[in-house]
């Protein structure tokens, strides 16, 4: 087992290239890399904190990360293209083989694997089946992600360090590194940064400088607003709940000074009775929903907002294919 805490493969980034310019690092990678784990391991939170801003959705719910998320991280010498898979589980919709799928497509595309597995909890089975699948993806580098250290005394997470190098023995893999991290404290994940970009192959940068994501706008509008309206909804909605964004249009007629963007989005729910938990005593819940996503989504455009979210029921929309097509599974 290697635990890197200086045995990093510490490159250079201001080695002068062959013209001497001090500014260019002498070789340049640049790929994908995805983190995998099961759901709650800290895979959203991990890939904000390496790319440094607010590019995948976290929440304290399992399973909010419906679409795959690319955060970009862009250094001298490379630049990582972080896809943000949702976590493999056993399927019991349609909506839940489909992402199963759309998972193992990405692991056999990808150019290192993070799997994601949280101190403060024992190796368990989840863990396990994870582990079986990732065996079978063979040509593609694994590093084992130890997440949330700021939650475990040292002993605890030196036993986990220890169990996560068992567990790709039993499991038949090997492991290129084993890294502990916090990103929520931003402990090592400048070091598993610089593990994961020797493992891409050379080759110019994939995306324009500054980009962080390739998600389009409306996607991660989408997100945020479902984000927003799960928080504090306990055990009643999470599987029930998908948004689509019908509309982003900047209001016309507004000095150049004060733009305005208009978007329209639905808010899906399967039951005519979780209508009452989404909307609240008197629209409540759904003003507050709405105030709270117009924030982060100001946020993240960096213009002002005015949101307009309607409830819409779509009948048992994880079991129909047509639905789901419709709502952008
Ligand atoms: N203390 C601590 N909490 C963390 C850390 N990373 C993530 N968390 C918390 O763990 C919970 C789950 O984190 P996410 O990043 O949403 O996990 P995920 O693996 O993306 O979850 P899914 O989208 O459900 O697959 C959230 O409440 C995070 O705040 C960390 O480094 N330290």
Avoid at 253 to 280: C, M, N, T, W
Wanted: net charge neutral; with cysteine; proline share 9%.
């Amino acid at each position: 087992m290697s635990v890197p805490s200086s045995s990093g493969p510490a490159k250079d980034p201001s080695a002068p290239g062959p013209s001497g310019d001090t500014e260019r690092p002498a070789v340049h990678r640049s790929g994908f890399a995805c983190l995998v784990g099961r759901p709650n391991a800290g895979k959203s939170t991990l890939t904000n904190a390496l790319v440094g801003t607010k590019v995948a959705i976290t929440s304290g719910r399992p399973q909010t990360t419906r679409h795959t998320v690319r955060g970009i991280v862009h250094r001298p010498d490379a630049q990582l293209v972080l896809v943000d898979t949702p976590g493999l589980h056993k399927p019991r919709t349609l909506l839940g083989e489909r992402l199963n799928d759309l998972v193992r497509s990405t692991w056999a595309e990808v150019d290192v694997i993070g799997f994601c597995l949280p101190a403060d909890q024992r190796v368990g089975p989840g863990d396990r089946y994870i582990a079986g699948e990732l065996a079978e993806v063979r040509r593609t580098p694994k590093i084992a992600v130890v997440t949330k250290t700021d939650l475990v005394d040292p002993a605890t997470l030196a036993e986990r360090l220890v169990a996560v190098d068992r567990l790709g023995k039993e499991a038949g893999l090997e492991w290129a590194e084993i890294v502990p991290v916090s990103a929520l404290r931003d402990r090592q994940v400048g070091l598993l940064a610089d593990l994961l970009v020797p493992l891409l192959p050379e080759g110019p940068p994939l995306y324009p400088d500054g980009d962080l994501t390739d998600e389009p706008e409306q996607v991660m509008v989408a997100e945020l607003i479902r984000e927003a309206a799960l928080e504090g909804v306990r055990d009643e909605l999470p599987h029930s709940l998908a948004v689509v964004v019908e509309e982003m249009l900047p209001r016309q007629g507004r000095p150049e000074d004060r733009p305005l963007l208009d978007i329209h989005a639905f808010v899906y729910i399967e039951r005519p009775s979780q209508k009452g938990i989404v909307i609240g005593a008197k629209g409540a819940r759904l003003k507050e929903v709405g105030t709270q996503a117009r924030r982060q989504i100001e946020a993240l455009l960096g213009t002002p907002v005015f949101l307009d979210l309607h409830v819409k029921v779509a009948k048992d929309w994880q079991r129909d294919p047509r639905q789901l097509r419709k709502l952008g599974f």
